[in-house]
């Protein structure tokens, strides 16, 4: 049959027409290539396949392009013949690798089916993180299922940050990342003539198979591991952080006027004669809300004034698809790595003092009972009468009378009825029944030489309440703006808790003679009400940690799912599109509504899973950071003992909490008194065999610092003293000490603050 006659079958593509738009050279679909293969029934050479399709000499290289994006998808793959195959015919499953420090691995399938084990020997022939295809081989001597891999689809580490080693002359640098255990080996060469024990960027000329190591080449020396900032360098590249603006960019940002020009005041609403105010920490530069609150007879009306980002960065421009990379701003401890260039992110979009800046107003009119009568959306023009902190703003209202009050004479009515809407609120927030933990947050103080001097919690006052509550009503009118006007845009959700975790968390409970209501489906209120319980209790920690476990992560989506540690129905993030990318989709949202349009910027649900991604990947660097910096700042402490509490037990030790440090660490199994121990993940506990012996999460202990491990951010600890498990902890620090010990899975915090995930 000729390439002309089979070239008719082309015609027969039901995505023909979709082809021609996209491309000058319309190719057969991926579909219908899918389709044919189903119908031979058999690989089929490719050779055999171009004939099929009418392939011509000139569309070679483009085709078979499209077939290499098939197998890297997992879509159809080559077999040992070189014959095409589909995929969902040989019975191999497609996923991504997940490594273990020591040395094992597992395929986390894509299609959510139970994790598979990949034994050290599988693992030489990938990294963490690579897309591979496996096929399950049965089961290992510890009854999980075991796969081989089959082919890499996708290699995903191109480059990597570790420490150079020199071992008999060989030169091999260790990854940071403590999921890919193997070495990469490097050629004298191409060693740029680094220095054992030095901090190095590596390429990947080679990567691993199962005969081979991967081979690398050094692109840059960041210096000495234990140079100040060299932690944050680390974890920049660890979890590949954008963090340095192109020069394209920084062109494109020069270009940016100083202060607001007057036509870009033209169509917006002026409320520079309203004293509204920017509350935040004392670090702070970045400030994208202000507040201001009058009363209306017996209710309130509330001005939320947010950066008008998206009038300066425009969709699908060079900035935006930098801040869409970003996804988030990052705050480091002395370092911010901002989603947006400082010209905007600290000047021009800043709220500012004394300074016009454009703005998006949500407006409120609120009942004297708190609930929303109604509210408005539109642009403005406004300006910052001062910049608060939440510490004066605190001092404020304990002391209407004081020094901060007497300094801010004109703005302290004003901010007076602020608080008095905030208690109306808070009464609200309490019958809404959403739910409100108890949870530490740290500070570290530096010296001139980069060394924590000390970690003390944030205070957290009133004030951080007052702007949460504000933000929290600006969100959620947002929500119910763009889903009334049948807007699409990126919801903030919090799913319900899995009835797994719901069974275990009430049996847990019982064993404390408390219940948790809601029978098998508990709302936000049912938890709220159990935390209220529970509050004066001795073992209130204990509890709550359980309690705060048992909940899911909170995640972008356009699904409109409700978000449950809030109790909202719908909920979004209008307030920070300073340092928050979904932020600034939804405040193009609420324009597009003003001016009768639709926006679209993409896939909704892949934009909602990348911002989910970018703010994990955020977290994980800031943990990586703090545990870090928290053992430095222990090295010198070994030898001595400490108070705590037990924060997390394993079937392999028991993290304690340090009182009053705030630091985290590992007494392992073996160090505890002689018996055999066993772990009951049900009690959160370890009970030994022959004594009785019981170590139950939020014990009190008394342990001496014995180990600092600054390559793996490890603090290990030993029992000083035999345990008293009559008291309870009140409260703990919170450290990524045991994931970097464990590797376990995050879990999600609830943490309210201005800065909130939530």
Partial sequence: MSIKKNQKLRNLDPFLKREKERYKEALPSREFILQLLQQEGIPVAEGNLHKMLGITKKEHELFNRRLSAMIREGQIFRNRKGDICVMEKLDLIKGSVQGHPDGFGFLIPDDGSDDLYLSAKEMQKALHGDRVL????????????????????????????????????????????????????????HSLKAKAGQVVMVEIIQQPNKYSQPIGKIIEILGDYTAPGMEIEIALRKHDLPHVFSPEIAKLAAKFPKNVLKKELKDRKDICNLPLVTIDGETARDFDDAVFCQQEGKGYRLYVAIADVSHYVRPHDMIDQEALNRGNSVYFPRRVIPMLPEVLSNELCSLNPEKKRLCMVCEIQFQGNGDIVDYSFYPGVMCSHARLTYTEVA????????????????????????????????????????????????????NDHGKIEKIEPVQRTEAHRLIEECMLAANVCAADFLQKHGQMTLYRIHDDPSPEKITALRNFLKEFGIQLGGKEKPSAKDYAQTLLKIYDRPDAQLLQTVMLRSLQQAIYSPDITGHFGLAYESYTHFTSPIRRYPDLLVHRAIKAVLNSESYQPGDWQELGKHCSMTERRADEATRDVEAWLKCFYMQDKIGESFDGVISAVTGFGLFVALDNVYVEGLVHISELPSDYFHFDASKHCLLGERSGMQ?????????????????????????????????????????SNRQNHANDKETVRTVTSKRSKR
């Fill in 695 to 735: 170590y139950r999460l939020g014990d009190r202990l008394r342990v001496k610092l014995v180990r600092v491990d600054l390559e793996t951010s490890k603090i290990d600890f030993v029992l000083a003293e035999p345990p008293t498990t009559a008291t309870r902890s009140t409260r703990a620090g919170r450290s």
């Fill in 134 to 189: 496996v096929r399950e081989v049965g089961l290992d001597r510890r009854g999980r299922k075991e796969a081989t891999i089959v082919e890499v689809l996708e290699y995903t580490n191109t480059r990597l940050v570790g420490r150079l080693h020199i071992d008999h002359g060989i030169l091999l640098v260790v990854a940071e990342n403590k999921r890919i255990s193997q070495d990469i080996l490097i050629a004298r060469e």
């Fill in 395 to 446: 001092a404020m209202f304990a002391k209407p009378k004081g020094a901060e009050a007497q300094k801010y004479s004109l703005l302290l009515p004003h901010l007076l009825i602020l608080n008095k809407l905030f208690k109306v609120l808070l009464k609200t927030r309490k019958t809404r029944g959403a739910i409100d933990f108890e949870t530490i947050e740290t500070q570290m103080f530096f």
